[in-house]
Nanobody
Framework: QVQLKESGGGSVQAGGSLRLSCTIS????????LGWFRQPPEKERERVAT????????DYADSVKGRFTISHDKANGILALQMDNLKSEDTAMYYC????????????WGQGTQVTVSS
């Protein structure tokens, strides 16, 4: 099992940028995917981006393609999410997650960091 802790959230105006970080503690050798999710107020949690470990592949939700970039610094145990051209609809609690497979459910979660975008 790994421990995940998000940081970097805050308030920003529309059009601005934020960089989220997820510090990963523990052995990730059995893990195959790392991801970012978000939950807007009074809405369901949704996947934002996935980093596939060992394949160097990434995947994004259509709503963030071209604006968000996920990256993994394996040596330092950091999963990052660079968010550019932020919109008010990006306002949400953001979570990082990990799983031992390339698809399916996610087994490990952080506690989240709040992002608020004002228009």
């Amino acid at each position: 099992q790994v421990q995940l802790k998000e940081s970097g959230g805050g308030s920003v105006q529309a059009g601005g940028s934020l960089r989220l970080s997820c510090t990963i503690s523990g052995d990730t050798s059995d893990y195959r995917s790392l991801g970012w999710f978000r939950q807007p107020p009074e809405k369901e949690r949704e996947r934002v981006a996935t980093q596939y470990l060992g394949l160097d592949g990434t995947d994004y939700a259509d709503s963030v393609k071209g604006r968000f970039t996920i990256s993994h610094d394996k040596a330092n145990g950091i999963l990052a999410l660079q968010m550019d051209n932020l919109k008010s609809e990006d306002t949400a609690m953001y979570y990082c997650a990990a799983r031992r497979t390339f698809s399916g459910g996610w087994s490990d979660w952080g506690q989240g960091t709040q992002v608020t975008v004002s228009s």
